[in-house]
Structures are given as C-alpha cells and as structure tokens.
C-alpha cells in the first residue's frame, strides 16, 4: 500500500489518504493506479504513429471474518479501463494503440474497454496464510508466473513479453475458475489453479461459461540464497488448454535472481506451448533490474530482451528490446522514460525494425 504525506505534490495524495483510511476502519484495503501514456513510434502498418492514453486500476480487500475456525474471509476485486486521449480504442489494436504487427505488446495497461470487472472472487485465508483458497472471476495472470523486476506493468516494464509468459493462453480478462495456495514451508510454494481460456467479457463474465474454453496450472515456486549471489525465485509451470475442440500443453520457467548485491536483480523466463492452443510457440525473454540506482528511494532502471516464436507458420520470429527508468517524484508520482524496439515484428513484413520512445506518469495511491 502506498500512502501519502503533507508534503505530496500530488494534488490528490491527500484526499486519496483519507478516503483509503475511512475504508480502512470498515475493513476494505484497496490500492489505485493511475497511468498517463505518451508514445510514439517510428513505424506502423497503418494509422497514426502518436499515442496518447490514459489507464486505471484499481484492486482491494473487504475483510468479512476473522479468527474464525476455518481463518480469514474477504471479498477481492480487480478493476481496470483505458481511454484513448488521441485514439479512438474501438478503431485501434489492444497492442497500445499502434498497427505494429507485433507479438510482445508495447504497452500492457491499455485494454479495449473503459471499464472492466478483471477479477471478483472469495478469498480464504487459513493457517495465518499458510493456506490460500480463492474462488470466483479470477485473472490467473495475476496469481501465477510473478517476478519480483518484471511483472507489475503499472510500475515497471510495461511491455507484455516481460509481465507474463507469453507461451501460456492468459485469456484477456478474468473468467470463472479458483487457485489453491499452499505455502509449504518458508522456501516452499505450490499452487494449483483453472479457469476459462476464452474470456473476454468486461463485466458479464458469466457469458463465456458455455464456450468450453478451459485452462489448468499448476506452480512451484522455490527460494534460495545461494553462496555469492544472493536470494532468488525459482519458478516451474505445466498447464493445460482446452480451446475451441483443441487440447494443448506447454510449460514455463520464470525465475528472478539477485546478482551479488541486493539492489541488483536479474530475471529470466522461457515457455513453450502446443501451437494449436496458444499463439506463441516458443518464447525466452531475459534481463536485469536496478532498484534504488544512485541511493534513490523508489528509482529502478530496467532493461529486458524477449525473443518469441508465433504458432501462425506464415509469421515470423519476434526479437524485442525495452528499457525504462522509473523516476520517483513524490510517493505518490511516478515519471518513467521508455524505449522499446521491435525486430522483425511478427505479423509486419514490410518493417524490419520499430522504434517506440514514451514516458508514462504514474500516480499510485
């Protein structure tokens, strides 16, 4: 949770703080992301090369119980929306707002809605965590394939191929499904979860339940301190997919490893998949992290490289490159330079190279 002070120069921190506490004394925690884009790129197949958006999220939790026999009960939810400042989202692609023919996505937080209920489930806190039972709408991409440098697409890299393994059918929004956590021991973590492989509905979820589209996960997570590096995250996951009368499986590594210094992370993932079931076959995506680069409380300079193979044959391989520093202005302002660049965009065979420069501001409440 992100909480603001007097001195803030966001507008805003202040009454955000004080609404956040009078939620918090009727039980509900609940964080907000607020993200203004500004892109451009150097090339596109058709339309404009100027982006312009604006993107929310916003996640919380209303506790119902506690201390009760079988532990602790809330009510999660996931909201998120994007609006075009400078295109219509109804006339453009979800991949940011660009025609690139790209498979890595440039920008994960715009969505082809305004609004959209991405998660709303139960969640069961047993065994002081130990446990974790959770059941309901439920984005999988939130609860599996986590990276401590590339993940969270509001403040750090923003481009899909380093958020999630782009081998594994996340359906776009959440669908009906569970994940079961248990925390074996301190290093330990198993979790098993499934859900629909085909939702995109904003808010009537319920619609896709009788498409048959159905995907299942399975995690192991271990942590290790390892002589000379430091802590890291070791990450296995198998899944399966039914879609449209087709089975497929596939598998994902994902790990984040301190490099010899606490402040100095790198991070790796590689997924492979039953091309009939997911449209990226092949997928290897690496990079580094620095957190609180020249002792600077909240900075992080990332740099990631991604490779992917697309299951359509007539397709090509996809080599992708971002880099991003994330400037922490106040606790609650965010300023974060972007370069990304496209080789061989999968679907564009007339650009060889794209070249996408942006800045996002970032307001975490």
């Known amino acids: 949770m992100v909480e603001a002070h007097p001195d803030d120069w966001n507008p805003l921190a202040e009454p955000a703080a004080s609404a956040k506490g009078f939620l918090k004394e009727a039980g509900i925690t609940t964080d907000l992301f607020v993200m203004f884009f500004y892109q451009r790129a150097s090339d596109v197949q058709f339309g404009g090369r100027n982006l312009g958006s604006f993107a929310w999220r916003s996640m919380g939790d209303w506790e119902i119980a506690k201390d009760t026999p079988l532990g602790d009960s809330f009510l999660s939810w996931n909201l998120a929306g994007a609006v075009g400042l400078s295109f219509d989202e109804e006339d453009e692609s979800i991949a940011g707002g660009f025609k690139l023919g790209d498979l890595s996505v440039i920008n994960t937080n715009i969505y082809p809605d305004t609004s959209a209920l991405d998660e709303f489930f139960w969640k069961q806190v047993v065994d002081d965590g130990r446990w974790v039972v959770i059941a309901g709408r439920v984005d999988q991409s ?23 393994n782009l081998s594994i059918p996340w359906p776009l929004y959440g669908g009906l ?108 995506s690496g990079g580094i992290a620095v957190e609180k680069p020249f ?39 965010e300023l974060s330079p972007n370069l990304q660049i496209v080789l061989d965009p999968a679907s564009n065979p007339d650009s060889d190279r794209i070249v996408i420069g942006g800045i996002r501001l970032t307001m975490p409440f």
């Open 295 to 333: 002792g600077r409380e909240g900075d992080l300079f990332s740099l990631g490289v991604g490779w992917s193979r697309p299951s359509e044959p007539a397709a090509r391989d996809e080599t992708f490159l971002e880099v991003q520093y994330r400037l922490q202005l106040t606790k609650t302002l």
């Open 142 to 164: 939130y609860h599996f394939d986590s990276n401590r440098v590339a993940f969270d697409s509001e403040r750090k890299l923003q481009s899909f191929v380093f958020v999630n």
């Open 177 to 284: 499904g569970g994940v079961v956590t248990w925390k074996a021991t301190d290093r330990l973590t198993l979790r098993a979860g499934g859900g629909e492989s085909g939702s995109d509905e904003p808010w009537k979820f319920w619609k896709t339940v009788d498409d048959g589209n159905w995907y299942q996960l399975f995690e192991t997570e271990l942590r290790l301190d390892l002589p000379g590096l430091g802590m890291g995250a070791y990450r296995l996951t198998p899944w399966h997919n039914h879609l449209d009368g087709e089975d497929g499986w596939g598998v994902g590594v994902n790990v984040d490893q301190e490099l010899g210094f606490p402040w100095l992370v790198g991070f790796f993932r590689f997924g492979a998949g039953d091309s009939d079931v997911t449209p990226v076959e092949r997928t290897v």
